[in-house]
């Protein structure tokens, strides 16, 4: 078996704070894990996603470039933890048994695990998730009923944070393209298959508002 693995972070904006992994975080225990278990990380990818529907690979475009990389390098995907890579029973089950992937690795419960642990941690995750929802759904509904207003400035505090989140993740890039102007980075970006906000692909303008928002300019 190779001794080199692809990394994969996901950061959801939505979610930032449930498995108590940031990216830095992800990354100390993916790297902590690889030196301690005699492997090479041969590329790492970072998704930052928002949102439902991202379960969905098409809606990974990180993800989907980290399983090519894989396969292209005969290398396994590296995670910190499964619920990084997904919180949905199916999803993980789904990259478990995907035609020419090797399993991948849960750095947090170490080599070659019986895949019916990595079952029941995603089981975990997904059960987590749900609580989660109906407990916020809850509260909001209490919170209706005691009159508090939860209008657009609640939202427009969120907005503003999970900007600010997204582009701290994007600084790494960032930093590496500060040779190039915002047209160039933009290219480089979308090159990489870094999704944009929303989705959308980069342009020269959204790079610069980037990089205003982290004092790169």
């Not at 995907?98 to 695990?113: H, N, Q, S, T």
């Not at 909001?140 to 944070?161: D, F, H």
């Not at 999970?162 to 930093?175: H, K, N, V």
């Not at 870094?194 to 004092?215: E, H, I």
Request: glycine letters at 10%; charged letters at 30%; proline letters at 2%.
């Amino acid at each position: 078996m190779s001794s080199k693995v692809v990394a994969y972070y996901r950061v959801s904006t939505q979610a930032q704070g449930k498995s108590g992994l940031g990216l830095e975080a992800q990354r100390e225990a993916v790297t902590r894990f690889a030196a301690g278990s005699g492997l090479s990380i041969a590329a790492e990818f970072v998704e930052v996603e928002t949102g439902k529907g991202s379960d969905a690979l098409e809606r990974r475009p990180q993800l989907a470039a980290a399983l090519s990389r894989c396969k292209k390098e005969g290398a396994r995907l590296v995670v910190a933890k499964t619920d990084r890579l997904s919180r949905d029973v199916h999803f993980v089950s789904g990259l478990m048994i995907k035609k020419g992937l090797p399993r991948f690795i849960d750095a947090e419960l170490g080599m070659d695990v019986d895949p019916l642990i990595v079952h029941i941690r995603a089981a975990i995750g997904e059960h987590e998730r749900r609580m989660i929802s109906q407990r916020t759904r809850a509260a909001l509904a209490a919170a209706r009923e005691r009159g508090v207003a939860l209008g657009s400035p609640t939202i427009g505090k969120r907005n503003k944070n999970e900007a600010r989140q997204r582009a701290a993740m994007l600084r790494p890039y960032l930093i590496e393209m500060k040779g190039l102007n915002d047209e160039a980075a933009a290219r480089e970006l979308n090159r990489r298959k870094v999704s944009a906000a929303r989705g959308g692909a980069w342009s020269g303008k959204t790079v610069s508002r980037v990089r205003l928002r982290l004092g790169l300019n």
